[in-house]
């Protein structure tokens, strides 16, 4: 038996329990740069592993948190906010309480999925002591999006392709 609580709640009762399931509202993908596909990680991975480097793991867990929010609330995400005149947006940890600076994701929203689930792309991060955002995080963030528009790959293919079946002598027909 399951019972819908709001659009992103199931509660289901099994035997004597209530089992509490989230239904995510957006899925995340990480595009890479098209000059670089055959990079090891995407830009915001890269981002991240440098502030890993930096020390900067109160930055990481925030950006963490940001993008669980957003995989859960989608476009409500408190977190989320769109930058004036661009299609780009940034999760910014300060966003709810009018603070200045701390942790940035830049992304953009692509296409919802074949079952109409929002999909972001985050596409760099930082951390940042002022309020403007950073221009050439910025500028790379729309250059991802302007491949996407043009159809250039973003996505590597990583898929090892199988080598051809070849029949022995004397096997079948």
């Given at each position: 038996m399951?019972?819908?609580?709001?659009?992103?709640?199931?509660?289901?009762?099994?035997?004597?329990?209530?089992?509490?399931?989230?239904?995510?509202?957006?899925?995340?993908?990480?595009?890479?740069?098209?000059?670089?596909?055959?990079?090891?990680?995407p830009p915001f991975?890269?981002?991240l592993l440098e502030l890993k480097h930096g020390g900067y793991i109160d930055t990481i867990s925030e950006i963490s948190k940001m993008v669980a929010a957003l995989k859960e609330q989608g476009n409500e995400c408190g977190f989320l906010k769109k930058l004036k005149g661009t299609p780009i947006s940034e999760l910014?940890?300060?966003?709810r309480g009018g603070q200045k600076g701390g942790a940035r994701v830049y992304l953009f929203e692509g296409l919802r999925s074949r079952d109409n689930i929002q999909v972001?792309?985050?596409?760099?991060?930082?951390?940042?002591?002022d309020n403007a955002p950073n221009q050439e995080m910025l500028e790379d963030t729309a250059y991802?999006?302007?491949?996407?528009?043009?159809e250039q790959a973003v996505f590597p293919d990583r898929v090892k392709k199988r080598p051809p079946l070849v029949r022995k002598e004397g096997e079948g027909s």
């Open positions: 399951a019972i819908a609580v709001g659009s992103r709640l199931w509660l289901v009762l099994t035997g004597y329990q209530w089992l509490v399931y989230s239904v995510h509202v957006a899925r995340i993908a990480y595009p890479f740069d098209p000059d670089d596909l055959q990079a090891k990680n991975v890269q981002d910014k940890s300060h966003s972001f792309l985050p596409c760099r991060a930082e951390w940042k002591p991802i999006l302007a491949a996407i528009q043009d």
